[in-house]
């Protein structure tokens, strides 16, 4: 059974800074692994998919990893904001697994102005 | 991008009602979705996959009699928290992806947040 782990689990860092939130997973047959972002109360907000086959996607100051061979994912977030504090989620679609997701169990955000 | 529409956003209910929820997907068909549950500081924890026109497969642990899942169309599905019980005060969500779609890429409803009194 796939279990996705993220550390840390809280996070607060100064406006500006570039910071790494990680995300692990045990099996490494996967479909794909996505990053969401999630504020307090609402839904999931799709950041990055990355494709098995793939090693990295970028979308404007975020840039994930995936290395499948040893179950990791980075999210790099460049220069933060106060805007990006919110819950990041890590999950991982795995092979033959219809479309299921699981996910992580987040990295709580907190980016001081 | 796919739109997946989730209603109502926010629910307070009596213990012992029921209480239905709705996720339909509006520019894209879907033969399957997923609902998932959220309980305050945990992650989302699937609690079943819905497909159109068949009965829904339910995760060990989620009472099928307890959450009536009912996909009847290929752009709705409906998920009815029966004789609600504080217990069952959660973020539910819903979850879909086109057909087809190269990326397998899911799309998320905007989650119903459920407080039984």
């Known amino acids: 059974k796939q279990e996705v782990t993220q550390i840390p689990a809280a996070l607060s860092v100064p406006e500006g800074e570039n910071l790494v939130l990680n995300c692990s997973f045990t099996d490494s047959a996967i479909y794909n692994l996505q990053w969401f972002r999630q504020d307090p109360g609402k839904g999931l907000t799709s950041l990055l998919l990355?494709?098995?086959?793939?090693r990295e996607q970028t979308s404007g100051r975020l840039n994930a990893s995936l290395d499948k061979s040893s179950g990791r994912s980075t999210l790099y977030i460049a220069a933060s904001q106060p805007g990006d504090s919110a819950t990041y989620l890590c999950a991982v679609m795995s092979s033959g697994s219809a479309r299921q997701l699981t996910f992580g169990s987040g990295t709580q955000l907190t980016v001081l102005p | 991008g796919a739109v997946v529409s989730q209603h109502p956003s926010r629910v307070i209910c009596k213990s012992g009602t029921s209480v239905k929820i709705e996720c339909r997907s509006l520019d894209f068909q879907a033969t399957t979705m997923f609902w998932y549950r959220q309980f305050p500081k945990q992650s989302l924890m699937l609690m079943a996959t819905s497909n159109e026109g068949s009965k829904a497969t339910y995760e060990q642990g989620v009472e099928k009699d307890k959450f009536l899942i009912n996909h009847a169309s290929l752009t709705l599905s409906t998920l009815t928290v029966t004789s609600a019980h504080p217990e069952d005060s959660s973020f539910y969500i819903c979850?879909?992806?086109?057909?087809?779609?190269?990326?397998?890429?899911?799309?998320f409803g905007s989650g119903t947040q459920l407080s039984v009194l």
């Open positions: 990355i494709q098995s086959s793939q």
């Open positions: 979850s879909a992806s086109p057909w087809g779609y190269r990326e397998e890429k899911l799309f």
